[in-house]
């Protein structure tokens, strides 16, 4: 009920209404919704935009999923909370592989590097704008005195980003390139058939060398506060990688579907 005034809430675009719906509902329903809403993203973009739709969802997936993961929640069925970016990172992977299936290989390593570009500068531009001097009160006066927050704002959710760019990307490059080189090798293995095999295999096999890379990396090696290892290891590899797996599961018929998005004159 409390999702449903959600989406009324959005569309009249009420959107503190929205989230405080969100808030009332329980935490796996609105991970499922998430779910499936940027997966049908996916096809969108793919139908209306082609390959490019692909490299637009992976750089705002990647700037979203690196935002997001600052922020932990608590799942009914694990006892550690459990960090968020997990389904823009591992929809990543299905964006790579819809390129590898339907373009080639040589549109999905394209994608990854686009991926790579694309948060780069969204990282060099947050670190500009918080270099820009803020308002101090005198400044401000009561009619700015509301701009005297944002400073702060902003610092909490971006100035992490550093240490979460060089981790991601680390952990991005690595993965996302094995993700590639698996899925062409398991379809050549496979003469192109069993598409849920390559897509399933590759990616539960690539999520989980994503994980460990970026959580060792952004929570222990470049932290200047290290987490212990028992956190980094059931709250962000392996309470991440178990939702990766329900990810992979729930994104196999969207690869399916994806053949009847992609735009005809791809598959003349």
């Given at each position: 009920?409390?999702?449903?005034?959600?989406?009324?809430?959005?569309i009249?675009?009420?959107?503190?209404?929205?989230v405080?719906?969100?808030?009332?509902t329980?935490v796996?329903?609105?991970?499922f919704?998430?779910?499936?809403?940027?997966?049908?993203?996916?096809?969108?973009?793919?139908?209306?935009?082609?390959?490019?739709g692909?490299?637009?969802?992976?750089?705002?997936?990647?700037?979203?999923?690196?935002?997001?993961?600052?922020?932990?929640?608590?799942?009914?069925?694990?006892?550690?909370?459990?960090?968020?970016?997990?389904?823009?990172?591992?929809?990543?992977?299905?964006?790579?592989?819809?390129?590898?299936?339907?373009?080639?290989?040589?549109?999905?390593?394209?994608?990854?590097?686009?991926?790579?570009?694309?948060?780069?500068?969204?990282?060099?531009?947050m670190?500009?704008?918080?270099?820009?001097?803020?308002l101090?009160?005198?400044?401000?006066?009561?009619?700015?005195?509301?701009?005297?927050?944002?400073?702060?704002?902003?610092?909490?959710?971006?100035?992490?980003?550093?240490?979460?760019?060089?981790?991601?990307?680390?952990?991005?490059?690595?993965?996302?390139?094995?993700?590639?080189?698996?899925?062409?090798?398991?379809?050549?293995?496979?003469?192109?058939?069993?598409?849920?095999?390559?897509?399933?295999?590759s990616?539960?096999?690539?999520?989980?060398?994503?994980?460990?890379?970026?959580?060792?990396?952004?929570?222990?090696?470049?932290?200047?506060?290290?987490?212990?290892?028992?956190?980094?290891?059931?709250?962000?590899?392996?309470?991440?990688y178990?939702l990766?797996?329900?990810?992979?599961?729930?994104?196999?018929?969207?690869?399916?579907?994806?053949?009847?998005?992609?735009?005809?004159?791809?598959?003349?």
């Amino acid at each position: 009920m409390n999702f449903i005034e959600g989406l009324f809430h959005l569309i009249l675009f009420n959107f503190g209404g929205f989230v405080d719906s969100l808030n009332k509902t329980p935490v796996i329903i609105t991970w499922f919704v998430f779910l499936f809403f940027c997966l049908i993203v996916i096809l969108f973009f793919l139908k209306f935009f082609g390959e490019a739709g692909m490299y637009v969802y992976t750089v705002l997936a990647i700037i979203g999923g690196n935002i997001q993961v600052l922020k932990i929640v608590e799942f009914p069925f694990f006892p550690n909370p459990i960090a968020l970016g997990t389904i823009l990172f591992a929809t990543t992977f299905l964006a790579t592989d819809i390129l590898a299936e339907y373009y080639g290989t040589r549109y999905a390593r394209k994608n990854i590097l686009i991926g790579f570009a694309g948060f780069l500068l969204m990282t060099l531009i947050m670190l500009f704008t918080l270099g820009f001097t803020p308002l101090d009160i005198n400044t401000a006066g009561e009619k700015y005195s509301w701009a005297l927050s944002v400073q702060n704002n902003l610092m909490g959710v971006f100035l992490p980003l550093p240490i979460f760019f060089a981790a991601s990307m680390i952990a991005y490059i690595f993965s996302q390139y094995f993700d590639v080189w698996l899925y062409e090798t398991i379809s050549h293995f496979t003469q192109k058939k069993f598409l849920w095999i390559r897509n399933n295999i590759s990616t539960m096999t690539s999520s989980l060398l994503d994980n460990t890379i970026f959580s060792v990396f952004a929570w222990i090696i470049f932290n200047p506060n290290p987490l212990d290892v028992n956190t980094v290891i059931f709250t962000y590899i392996l309470g991440t990688y178990f939702l990766r797996i329900t990810i992979a599961i729930f994104d196999t018929p969207f690869i399916y579907l994806a053949k009847y998005f992609v735009p005809k004159n791809v598959n003349d």
